[in-house]
Every structure is written in C-alpha cells, then in structure tokens.
C-alpha cells in the first residue's frame, strides 16, 4: 500500500493536501485498489459547497459505486476533468494524476480530526484485521 | 416441506417489535364485514365445463374481432403481423425478465440490444434502456432522472396538460417520496395547448419540462416551436422530456432533432396487442451525457477473450443490486417479452413498412376527421395538425353515444370529460390502419342518425 507523507486521510480512506489557501483531494491507494478498475468517477461542480464528511463524489468500479467524502468543509474550485476520459488514473497514480478535486477549505483547524500517514496504515491494518 | 422461511418465533419477535398482539391486528382498519368474506363457491366442475363456461364469459365482450374500434387515448389498435407472435413464442425466449447471465443469454440480450437500437433511431437518441412497464412508468422515471441529473438541486417538475392524464397521474405517485413537486401549465380549451407565456417563469429552478407529441388531443406541434421551446427550457438549465408515439416517429422528426433530452413513449402499438390494458412497454431513450443516470437494464454489444461479437448487460453500477439505497431508481428488471415483440415487429416492418403504417393511420385519421367534422351538431376542435387521434365537439354527452355506437357493434371514443371539465361533450377519436374506410363511413352514419334522435 503506497501513501503520501504529505497528506492527511480519513476513516473513510481518501486524503487531501494542503498547500497554501488550496486543498487537493482525492481517494487512498488502500481505496483503489478495493475497488478495484475505476470506470467512472461523478465529480461536483465548481462553486459547489459541501461540509466535512458530505458526499461530494461517487466512484464507480467495475464490482461497486461508492461515496466519496468530503475531507474537510469548502468550496469546489477546480475538479479533474481528466477523470472522465480517464478514469484509469485513480487507479494508476491515486495521489497524484488521479486526483478528484481542488477546494478552498473554509476552516483549516478541522485538519485535526484527520489522521497522519502513520495513524491511517494503523486504521487499514485494524480494517483489514477485521475482515 | 414448508417454504415459509419465518418460524413462529420469528413472528412473536417481530409482532413484539411494532407492538402488537397477533397479526390479524394488522388488518383492523379493514372493515370487519369484509376482513373474512364466506367465499360462497359453486361445487367444482370438470375441465371441459369450466372452457366452456369461460368461453360463454369471455363473449360477452366486445372484441376487436367484432368490433369496429375507434377508441385510443393511449392504447391503440395496431395490426400485429403474425411473425411476431412466432418469435415471442420460441421457448428460448420466452421469459418476462432480463437475463443476467450473458454465458447463456446471448440472444435474449441481442435481442434486448436490437431493440435497444431500433429505439435509439425512432427517437433520435444515443442510448436507449432494455424498457419499462408502460409508458406512464417510463414518464415517472423519466422525471425523476431529470432530478437526479440537477444533483438534487431542483425538485420541480413542470408538466404541460397536454400529457396523458393518467400518466400524470403516475408521475403523482412518485414524488411525494423524494419530495418532488409537480405543475401543470395552465391548460387553454380553446386552443387545446397550455400558456407558453408563465412558461419562461415556472420553469425557474425546475428540473423538466415534460410534453408530450402527438399530445393527448393527437395535435402536433411544428418542429420549429419545439425546437423553440427546447431553447427555452434549455437556457432556464432545465431539460426536455418527450413523450412520444413510436408508430407517429415513422413519419414526422425525432425528438432528438428538436432538442429532447429524454424521449419515452407506450410502446404497446408495436406488435402488442392492446390486452386489455396490459402488460405494456415502455420506452426510454436519453442523450449519452445523461447514461450514467438512466434506470432499467442496458444491454451492450462488446467482445469475447476470442474476439468475437457478444452482449452483455452493462453499466450495472447504476442499479440497486450495487448501488443498493443510493441507487436512483428501483427499476432492476424490464419488460422483456413486449420489448421483444416491438423489436420483431420493428424489423419485420423495417423503416418503410412504419412510414406506411404511419401514412395509414394519418390519411384515414383525416378521412374520418374532414367526414365527422361535416355532419350537422358536430365540430372539429383544436387548429393544430394532427395525426391518428383528433377532437370532436358532439351534440349529446360522449357517454350517450357511445352506448348508441356499441350498440351499432362500434367501439366509439374517449369522452374527454372525464379529465377536463371544460370539454364537456368532446370526445377523442382515434384512426388507425386497422381501420377500412366501410368502418369509417359506418361510423359517420351511425353518428348522424345518433344525432338526429331526440
């Protein structure tokens, strides 16, 4: 299972990334590789506005379509139009061509309620104990 | 061996669940009278008996092969070639559901993708479903999908009055659940249309316009009004869902060439007989850019590891099997058999065999309707083209001559005001190849000699 030191992720495996007054956000390698060949990834649009823990994208694989949840609150800039020619890129290169979208976050200190690249390969262990 | 997979302590858990002490409690607010009612059956009869007494039943009605018929309204009396009940009738395809299994369903599914493309070119679409329950259903789906496709954002659907009023009615059925409301334009009975002019303001945030062409009166609009309309249902970001006669799409532009985003239709007039009102079939076809938020079954024509042609069912991630409550629609199933017998019938007829059937319908139509329109009391109504179905202003209530009509062995016309109170005494007739020209002018004499008695 490939990670970014970068990121920061979530109990329900995506991760985004901070930088500057923009955030990037997409799903973990633990979560594309669950779901095996993306075929479809339905992205929000621009202006769009969502709280943490909102749907804002659901991915479509060739065995399931999950829901994809937002990181932290904001609002949509920029979305992945690579996505829908390509979808395959979630799967090649999740935290970096397969990217979802780009956010402005509205309050940086709910940062605090995600988990550190050590902390979520803690959480998939726990997950994959579980099973 | 029992097949009733609860036990009995099954059922005390679940009757101490939603607190109650037995399950005939949950049939108390069925009336005590008739919660029991003493079956008071005749003794049996043997087979032989039984035929003939459903014969004697079933004479009693009057049938099309008695009956001159001008009755539509929705479900039509269209000639069924006798090829397609050969095909239907072939036990490998013989089944009223999608098959899942493409390893043993080749020709079910190329079947269903056949159909599927016969659809998709009637209405100028890009892709179309394996189909619905009838033509109301595939409207209510249609609506809700123009829903979904807002992403939630807009819950109004505006419907013209022109539609089918029972379809209407379905579509009511299904929006009070995702709490989705419905207007109907204002309806103008001189014209038979609805105001275009409030138009431009309902549609402000809604998420369809919903019209149907021919609509219920057999009026069509002009392809460049539609076209207009499209326009401006487009730029008020909503989209246009038609309602469209398949037989009517053999002779005059697909929706898709106006500007529909979605186009159903009742597909019974293609090699189902009416049947007493069912089973039917719905089509459904929609713009590609909106694939991904059709319901029903796809079926789609891909290779095997050898590289030869086969079909599968596809894009399944949409469906409830997977999507499970995200799903958007619960539609998981079709109408297989009435799909497959208008796709037989389609091919049988192939696009110049529609075109004449068309041609049929819409010359005899206007033969009847110049005919009607001629005798003293009654009156063509509405200014508009039409096409197999036209309105009539009768001198005495549709009901009375109706009697008076199947008396005379005719199946007589819709009374239209059963769903519009302004059009007292209008009634809607129907012509199509079935038809003779002796059946018309048998029904042009019957009404004057009905009009002429006091």
Redesign the interface.
Known sequence: MKLDKNCRYTETHEWVRVAGNLATAGITDHAQSELSDV??V?L??VGDVFDQGEVFA?V??????A?VYMPLSGEIVEVNEELSDSPELVNEDPFGEGWFIRFAPSDLSELDDLMTPEEYQEHVAKEEGGH | MSYIPHTDSDRARMLAEIGVESIGDLFQDVPESVRYPELKLPPPLSEVEILRELRAMSEENADLDHYACFLGAGAYNHFVPSVVGHIIGRSEFYTAYTPYQPEISQGTLQAIFEYQSMVCALTGMDVANASHYDGATSLAEAALMSVNIS?GKRHKIIVSPTVHPEYRATLRTYTPGPDLTVETLNFKPQTLNFEVESLKFELDNAACLIIQQPDFFGQLAEASELKHLADVVHKAGALLIVSADPISLGLFIPPGEYGADIVVGEGQSLGNPLNFGGPYLGLFACREKYM?RMPGRLAGETVDTEGRRGFVLTLS??EQH??RE?ATSNICTNQALCALAAGAYLAAMGKTGLRKVAELCYHKAHYAAQRIGALPGFDLVGSRPFFKEFVVRCPKPPSEINQALLERGIIGGYDLSRDYPQLENHMLLCVTEMNTQEEINRLVKALREISADT
């Open positions: 075929v479809y339905e929000p649009e659901t479509e694989s060739v065995k399931a379509a829901d | 992403r991904r991630a949409r997977i999507r995200r």
